[in-house]
């Protein structure tokens, strides 16, 4: 009796010690976008990715929830000059800035997206928003932190911006065209063109 009794506790224990399922890891899921089509993905993810060569390449971490919300860290190499710089989509509004800089960029999203506006900037807003991009992307679960806009950077609307640049080109053309009417000689001629150019 007494060998049944430890043999029947020693089937018991072994039961009662089975080892634990192993938790599945998830799998990084592969996507193929354009940055513009990332506002449009209905779930969160925490996605990364790399493009380029040594001396001219670009890697990131992009953190998106839902279609609401994006935040964008970027390291570039361009002539093997490092730099940093971050985006985070809020509210329909796009604020941009580079790292070890105070003053960063505020426009809307269809700005964003606005060839024109992108040869505006001369490439400033760090991120070609029309080239697919190799993303390797795992489920998140979105930190607030991470997509709140920094204290401690003025950002400057690119609208404004260029508003006052316009202004200001506008100003300086029509001051030389005024000239150009003054140097002309005495008649109708001078007076004419002195007046289409409000001078």
């Known amino acids: 009796f007494l060998g049944l009794g430890i ?12 080892e634990p399922a192993t938790p599945e890891v998830e799998q990084p899921k592969q996507l193929n976008m ?4 990332m506002f449009a ?5 925490k996605c990364e990715f790399a493009q380029g060569e040594e001396n001219d390449r670009t890697t990131g971490t992009i953190y998106v929830k839902d ?3 994006m935040r964008g860290d970027f390291a570039s190499t361009v002539n093997g000059q490092a730099t940093e710089s971050h985006m985070i989509r809020i509210d329909g509004k796009m604020y941009i800035w580079m790292s070890g800089q105070k003053n960063g960029i505020l426009l809307s999203e269809e700005d964003l997206f606005d060839p ?3 040869e505006a900037s001369d490439g400033g807003f760090g991120v070609d928003t029309q080239q697919n ?8 679960t979105p930190d607030e932190m991470l997509l709140t806009v920094p204290t401690g950077y003025t950002f400057i609307d690119f609208n404004e911006q260029m508003k ?3 202004e200001q080109l ?10 150009s009417c003054a140097a002309m000689p005495a008649g109708t001629g001078k007076d004419a063109c002195l007046k289409s150019f409000s001078c």
Not at 34 to 37: G, P, S
Not at 170 to 179: A, L, R, V
């Open 67 to 69: 279609d609401t919300s």
């Open 133 to 140: 991009v190799e993303l390797n992307c795992l489920t998140w």
């Open 116 to 118: 024109a506006v992108q």
């Open 41 to 45: 993905l209905d779930a969160s993810y």
């Open 34 to 37: 354009t940055f513009e089509e």
């Open 164 to 166: 006052a640049i316009m």
């Open 170 to 179: 506008g100003g300086s053309m029509k001051k030389s065209q005024c000239d």
């Open 7 to 18: 043999i029947g506790t020693t089937l018991l224990f072994s039961a009662c010690t089975t």
